[in-house]
Every structure is written in structure tokens, then in C-alpha cells.
């Protein structure tokens, strides 16, 4: 029953920003962790950022620096500022959240990231 709602994806030039939001409903629990995975074309899809219910955020490489991640338990969203855009990140970003309680991973519908150089 758990659903999100992505917002925030577009497109931008290189060296702009973006800011993703992913609001949760109907969630029996509090996700553990929430983050973002991207899904660039031809690849597998990674994870970008993620972040604790404590607050504790860990990054890919390609985002250290550059991305920041926060999350707001009181309305269940997580957000993704990303800032310094380059065209490697361009992809799909889904939100991802964990509910330990049930085992089990969700996940958003994805939204368009572009970036051009």
C-alpha cells in the first residue's frame, strides 16, 4: 500500500541544480533508511544517496560533495539537492525507502533526470 510521490526532475544544464522530492503515504512504519537509486541508460541501477531515520546520510562517490540528502520524518519525504550537475547524472532517480519491520524494499516510480553539457 505504500506509495510515493516524486517530484523534481527536469531538465538542466551542466553546473545547475535540482532538488528532488519524494513524499510517502499509506506507510504502516516509518521507513529505516530512504535514498535515491539512478538508473542511467544502458546501466544498472545504483544507489545515490541514503539516509537513516536518525539522519545519517552516506553517498556514492560520483555524489559526494555535490549531492546532499535530508529527510523530513514528520512528512515522510525525503529530499535530494543536487547541486553542480554533470551529464554522467543524468538518468532515472526512483526513491527508495525500508521498512524493517516488513523486510521489505519500496519503491518510487522513477523521475527524469537530464543534464546537458
Known amino acids: 500500500q505504500v506509495q510515493f510521490v516524486e517530484s523534481g526532475g527536469g531538465l538542466v544544464q551542466a553546473g545547475g541544480s535540482l532538488r528532488l522530492s519524494c513524499a510517502a503515504s499509506k506507510t504502516p512504519a516509518n521507513f529505516n533508511v530512504m535514498g535515491w537509486y539512478r538508473q542511467a541508460p544502458g546501466k544498472q541501477r545504483e544507489l545515490v544517496a541514503s539516509i537513516s531515520n536518525s539522519g545519517s546520510p552516506n553517498f556514492a562517490d560520483s555524489a559526494k560533495g555535490r549531492f546532499t540528502i535530508s529527510r523530513d520524518n514528520a512528512k515522510n519525504t525525503v529530499y535530494l539537492q543536487m547541486n553542480s550537475l554533470k551529464p554522467e547524472d543524468t538518468g532515472v532517480y526512483y526513491c527508495?525507502?525500508?521498512?524493517?519491520?516488513?523486510?521489505?524494499?519500496?519503491w518510487g516510480q522513477g523521475t527524469q533526470v537530464t543534464v546537458s553539457s
Open positions: 527508495w525507502g525500508y521498512i524493517a519491520m516488513y523486510a521489505r524494499d519500496y
